[in-house]
């Protein structure tokens, strides 16, 4: 298959087939296996036409693109934002397949996308937005198809109304259809904080190895929404000290420290970090390039770039979002030995796991306390960086290129024993 001609071409896309093509090459991966194992199963594009507030009707478009299913059903968030593409939602879900098998979850990869800002919408407009996008998606996602979850611009009212759209048409209530619920729906106690926990605990645990005690460290987020609000609450309660904190409109920088609680608190009512003035007001670019102990993106992809990676200034890079270190800025970061890097597919993997303790007590109708969720989520995590500590050592890897190679090669082994059709 050529990418120029491939429905997902984009530069998102590109970044991901250039990470598998770079994964492939360093495990040796047979001609045969590599675009199979490469390019999405299938995807499926639909027109989501709703009432508005004032009566008018207005059509967006919505996608789900499900990457691979050869390794169990396919799992991965709905991103509502005005500029996701079919491209960025296809390498999001390339991520996912990636993601869950390097921790070994029994699931392939998937993402979906609408396109619109969810900011312009009113409560009952997004809820007819989410209900509509579940009713076109039934006939591929179910609990043994694709299970959804939230994303960027999706939050746990969102999955509610897809998680009743669902399970009013099926007949019967069916939780395990989408995770990432609240918890009075069947949602895991955890679930919400599950990914920035993962990564604040992955921070603890990289700046253990590397001897640097954590009320030692200082802290910069971008992006301060489920995943960034999660890592700051956890990090602070471990004595870490957050610095700087952005959102879409902007950042705020203060040496003394920021109580994430209040920003939470603020956004709560303002929506946004517009006018927090708890800090230093700085941009965005500016915040990338702060010094600072642990530096986490957890907004969108491609913000770590050629033109500032040899400008970031911190010691482990978290990545908290999906992508957001470019192909070209990986190459500048591997010659800066002093920053280690722990890359998505490990560092936010904590989503994806509790995600999956959330089917599991759906589907056995048996719910677990958030201790034994955030106990058990720990020891995932701790065998999924200890494997890829070990494959980075072994095969003189880049962390990077470890966790990818750990993960594709599992995809494709379990595509090969199954035969062509998978
Ligand atoms: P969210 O919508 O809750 O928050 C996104 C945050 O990023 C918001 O604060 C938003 O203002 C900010 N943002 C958006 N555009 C920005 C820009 N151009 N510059 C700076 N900040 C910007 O989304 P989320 O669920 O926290 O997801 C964030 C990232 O984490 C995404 O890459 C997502 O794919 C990834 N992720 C999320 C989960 C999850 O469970 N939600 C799991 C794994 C990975």
Same mark, same amino acid.
């Given at each position: 298959m050529s990418l120029q001609h491939?429905?997902?071409?984009?530069p998102v896309f590109q970044m991901a087939c250039r990470q598998f093509d770079l994964a492939a090459d360093a495990i040796n991966m047979a001609d045969a296996m590599r675009d199979r194992t490469k390019y999405p199963r299938r995807c499926v594009a639909v027109a989501l036409p709703i009432k508005r507030d004032d009566g008018r009707i207005s059509v967006f478009e919505g996608y789900r693109v499900q990457h691979n299913m050869s390794t169990g059903p396919s799992k991965g968030g709905i991103r509502i934002h005005q500029d996701v593409t079919i491209g960025e939602v296809a390498a999001l879900a390339m991520w996912m397949s990636w993601k869950c098998s390097l921790v070994g979850l029994p699931y392939g990869g998937a993402k979906g996308g609408i396109v619109v800002n969810p900011l312009d919408l009113s409560f009952a407009e997004l809820e007819r937005l989410s209900r509509r996008y579940m009713q076109e998606m039934i006939s591929i996602v179910g609990p043994h198809k694709d299970i959804p979850a939230p994303d960027v611009g999706s939050n746990e009212q969102v999955m509610a109304w897809m998680m009743d759209t669902y399970s009013n048409h099926v007949g019967h209530v069916e939780p395990a259809v989408v995770t990432g619920k609240p918890i009075s729906l069947? &949602?895991?106690? $955890?679930r919400r904080e599950a990914t920035g926990e993962g990564v604040a605990y992955l921070v603890r645990a990289y700046l253990q190895d590397l001897k640097i005690p954590i009320s030692d460290a200082t802290i910069v987020i971008q992006g301060f929404g489920n995943v960034g609000s999660a890592v700051a609450m956890a990090l602070h309660r471990w004595?870490?000290?957050?610095?700087g904190i952005s959102d879409y409109t902007g950042g705020f920088y203060n040496p003394k420290g920021i109580n994430p609680k209040k920003a939470i608190d603020y956004i709560a009512y303002a929506?946004?970090?517009?006018?927090?003035?708890?800090g230093e007001e700085i941009t965005n670019e500016q915040l990338l390039e702060l010094p600072c102990t642990v530096l986490a993106p957890c907004a969108l992809e491609r913000v770590i770039t050629e033109k500032n990676a040899g400008r970031i200034n911190c010691r482990l890079l978290a990545? &908290?979002?999906? $992508?957001?270190?470019?192909n070209e800025a990986d190459k500048i970061l591997e010659q800066r030995t002093e920053i280690e890097v722990i890359p998505d597919v490990l560092c936010n993997s904590g989503g994806v796991i509790v995600s999956y303790f959330e089917w599991l007590q759906n589907l056995q109708c048996y719910y677990w306390e958030k201790e034994e969720v955030f106990q058990k989520l720990h020891t995932m995590l701790d065998k999924a960086k200890d494997s890829v500590d070990y494959q980075m050592r072994k095969m003189k890897f880049s962390r990077r290129l470890a966790a990818l190679t750990l993960g594709i090669q599992r995809v494709a082994e379990a595509k090969q024993k199954r035969g062509l059709f998978p």
């Open positions: 491939s429905l997902y071409d984009s069947g &949602g895991s106690a $955890g004595g870490a000290r957050i610095i929506r946004c970090l517009k006018d927090f003035h708890e990545e &908290g979002a999906n $992508g957001p270190t470019t």
